[in-house]
């Protein structure tokens, strides 16, 4: 769980949250997730029932597609209830979390909220977000400027080259969590154990069962590539391209979380396909707010930051992407640059 900011009496962000907290804004929306939780289910025994009816036929990859979008849906409300959104219980939302992102999405609860809290903790900064350290990529000048060998190559076209990588992004999460289960460190391993193997046994047992190989290996890299272009298209614009923090940066925790994240302009449909991380600086100001009262706060969270002169950026979905691979070229160019030069690529304008 991600615990509420502690705040000097009288700092910005206490002030802000008297406000959100007068509003009702952080009261629990159980029923809302009733509903989520219940018509996410209503669609994976959906999709699986129409699975079993179309049988061996190229129209299951039609299916494929579906389903990544239904495991997706279960990412985010474990996403949730990692940061206690559902219930005020610890224990409630550890048991929802488990089912949701173990059993349903095929990914660690433990592994994932662990490493999420230290991304809140310390957003876009050097050496303390794992969101930025990944390897894969080059987030800022420093990073690509000390690259050596494929990893150079790699960091000079990682704009051309984050696409296709975005497919990988599923068993990258897979992977991931079995090291978690599988290693020292983790809190629940029987149960994080069972419900991952659990997930893992039905979903090859079905595929096999019905597809013979070729066709039911094809059915995974499908369903597999799109949940993870999914997951990834969600993530990115949240954070990519905006300020990289130095690892001694003292900003206050109100301008740290507000300068580093992105809000995403739509309506409802945005909401769904988000999981309501299009509201990102209304997230991570208050990570324990209820999904459905993102929407509610944000014009009063914009406000204040207009009041108090907080940069506050909100875009459009495609002009988000454009500005995350904007920043990756622009980091990739560094890759030519010497590591003794100084200087930082300079963060998108803000809309």
């Not at 890759?335 to 200087?343: C, D, E, K, L």
Request: aromatic share 10%.
């Amino acid at each position: 769980m991600m615990p509420q900011p502690a705040s000097p009496r009288g700092s910005d962000y206490a002030a802000l949250s008297r406000q959100v907290r007068q509003a009702g804004l952080l009261d629990r929306r159980t029923g809302n997730y009733a509903w989520k939780v219940a018509l996410t289910t209503a669609a994976l025994a959906l999709g699986w029932a129409a699975f079993a009816a179309i049988g061996n036929s190229w129209w299951q990859l039609a299916d494929a597609a579906f389903l990544a979008v239904v495991f997706a849906q279960f990412g985010f409300l474990g996403h949730d209830a990692g940061h206690s959104q559902v219930f005020r219980s610890r224990r409630a939302n550890a048991i929802l979390g488990l089912a949701c992102g173990n059993l349903g999405a095929g990914i660690s609860y433990g592994w994932w909220t662990g490493k999420h809290n230290r991304h809140h903790a310390h957003p876009n900064t050097e050496g303390a977000d794992p969101d930025i350290m990944m390897g894969a990529l080059a987030f800022s000048a420093a990073s690509a400027r000390t690259a050596r060998g494929i990893q150079r190559l790699v960091f000079r076209y990682q704009a051309y080259l984050v696409i296709p990588m975005l497919f990988l992004e599923a068993v990258s999460l897979h992977a991931s969590s079995i090291r978690m289960v599988t290693g020292r460190g983790c809190r629940h391993r029987a149960w994080e154990a069972t419900l991952l193997g659990a997930h893992f046994a039905a979903y090859l047992g079905a595929v096999f069962l019905v597809l013979p190989p070729a066709k039911a290996v094809t059915f995974i890299v499908v369903q597999q590539g799109l949940l993870g272009f999914y997951l990834g298209c969600s993530f990115a614009p949240n954070h990519k391209g905006m300020p990289i923090l130095a690892a001694s940066d003292k900003t206050d925790f109100l301008r740290r979380q507000v300068l580093t994240a992105r809000n995403v302009r739509g309506g409802w449909l945005t909401d769904f396909a988000l999981g309501g991380l299009n509201y990102q600086i209304e997230h991570h100001l208050f990570p324990s707010m209820p999904r459905p009262n993102l929407r509610r706060a944000q014009p009063l969270v914009a406000a204040f930051c207009a009041e108090h002169d907080v940069p506050y950026t909100e875009t459009g979905l495609l002009a988000s992407y454009a500005q995350a691979l904007a920043h990756l070229a622009a980091v990739g160019g560094e890759v030519s640059r010497p590591a003794t030069v100084s200087g930082a690529v300079p963060a998108p304008a803000r809309r």
